[in-house]
């Protein structure tokens, strides 16, 4: 895969996927540029990759994305691939939710996605090509404890992606979803042995997966390598949720 001359931007660049997903595209020649809402971060991430253009931009500010993607689009010289990863967790059980906590997440996961996809989808049928991928969750499909807001918010896009996947095949613009389920980072480094064992008898490949695993799908999706596949989800869980549905 090559994605020399084309323009893409990922959302949630600083976290641990995000970071991952803006090294693969940069590895494979794309011109990138990353969002978040740590400048700190940002700056940190740019210095260790400088290549990367940067923004410190807030999704949820709803109201300011068409002028966000404008930018962009004049910063890329273009926006050929979007990728939707910027996401935030409250969790809580439902009968302590608060309203706040069940429409910020809302708001971020799904509402912010959406807006995102439309102001870039603007932009990718001038050009007559686009690819968008949207991060989901395992508990999008399976649902979880306490993460009732979260998992509407992911099975949300997910739905969301196939109706815009319908409305956009014939311009040649595809929109997918990559779902990764317990993915190593710097939080599942501090759980302790005994629910990481736990966590792991439930995954059928007995182990984590890496950010190089979602990167390396999210890339593929982006590619031309998969142009006839569009409206579908793309399960990074090591078996977790094929296990689950047995």
């Not at 949630?12 to 700190?40: H, M, P, Q, Y």
């Not at 068409?66 to 910063?75: A, G, M, Q, T």
């Amino acid at each position: 895969m090559d994605f020399k001359g084309k323009k893409i931007l990922v959302t949630g660049a600083t976290g641990g996927i995000g970071g991952d997903i803006v090294r693969k595209f940069l590895s494979l020649n794309g011109t990138v540029l990353g969002t978040g809402t740590n400048l700190e971060k940002l700056n940190s991430l740019r210095d260790k990759n400088p290549n990367l253009i940067t923004e410190q931009f807030d999704i949820s500010k709803h109201d300011k994305i068409d002028e966000f993607i404008e930018r962009v689009f004049s910063n890329l010289g273009g926006l050929d691939i979007l990728i939707n990863n910027a996401g935030i967790t409250k969790d809580n059980l439902s009968l302590r939710m608060k309203n706040e906590e069940w429409q910020k997440v809302i708001d971020v996961n799904l509402t912010s996605t959406f807006y995102l996809c439309k102001s870039s989808i603007k932009k990718m049928l001038k050009n007559k090509f686009g690819r968008i991928v949207n991060i989901t969750s395992i508990v999008g499909h399976t649902g979880n404890v306490g993460q009732g807001n979260y998992s509407a918010s992911k099975a949300g896009v997910v739905s969301m992606s196939k109706s815009l996947a319908i409305e956009y095949a014939k311009k040649n613009i595809t929109i997918n979803c990559v779902s990764p389920g317990f993915i190593k980072t710097n939080m599942t480094d501090k759980i302790s042995d005994q629910f990481k064992s736990e966590l792991l008898s439930r995954i059928p490949m007995n182990r984590l997966g890496s950010g190089e695993d979602v990167s390396n799908t999210v890339a593929f999706l982006s590619s031309n390598e998969s142009s006839y596949i569009t409206g579908e989800t793309i399960h990074v869980n090591g078996g977790m949720y094929m296990a689950w549905q047995s």
